[in-house]
């Protein structure tokens, strides 16, 4: 239950002012079918967070409790940085006819893999004993930020303070892996 929990407050905290959240929110307005996005979301996202579970599960038996401590750390560490960087918009898909369930499941899930949650969905299933808890964990998460945005649009949620809530919460990433790998390393 550790990974579910951990997953979920990582992802929303994550998704805030991210690229697959903005995309939902330009895909819910070209297509006109906020639901529709939502519940691709939800598929293309617990696709890619299953996936980075099960990396986590194979690579859990190679790691002493402080390297997946560590590695947890590093994964926040990274997530943090990024959050203290301007995004650059998403791709529009503006050339893919394929449909609005099919564009929006194939175009979150490859944003959702390369997204710095899948890293902590996998450094939390490392450390799981159910790791596929993380990956529903980081959908769950990653879906309560995505769904606001696919329902308010692209103006809408672009008009948020995204960059001043994406900056706080970088900080406290980047605060929380400091604090993580410090009791790895057994110094706090």
Do not use: C, H, N
């Amino acid at each position: 239950m550790d990974a579910l929990m951990a997953a979920l407050v990582a992802a929303a905290f994550a998704q805030v002012g991210d690229r697959p959240a903005w995309l939902a929110s330009i895909l819910s307005d070209r297509y006109r079918a906020p639901g529709l996005v939502i519940a691709a979301a939800a598929v293309a996202l617990l696709g890619a967070g299953l996936l980075a579970a099960a990396a986590g599960a194979l690579l859990a038996p190679r790691l002493t409790p402080e390297a997946r401590q560590l590695f947890l750390a590093l994964a926040l560490l990274f997530q943090g940085g990024g959050a203290l960087f301007p995004v650059k918009p998403p791709d529009r898909l503006a050339g893919w006819r394929l449909g609005a369930a099919l564009t929006s499941l194939i175009g979150l899930f490859i944003l959702a893999f390369g997204d710095g949650v899948q890293f902590i969905v996998l450094a939390l299933a490392a450390r799981a004993q159910l790791p596929w808890l993380a990956a529903i964990g980081a959908m769950l998460g990653s879906l309560a930020v995505i769904a606001p945005a696919a329902i308010l649009g692209e103006a809408g949620w672009t008009g948020l303070p995204l960059v001043t809530l994406r900056r706080i919460i970088g900080v406290l990433f980047v605060l929380a892996a400091i604090g993580l790998g410090l009791s790895a390393l057994r110094l706090i």
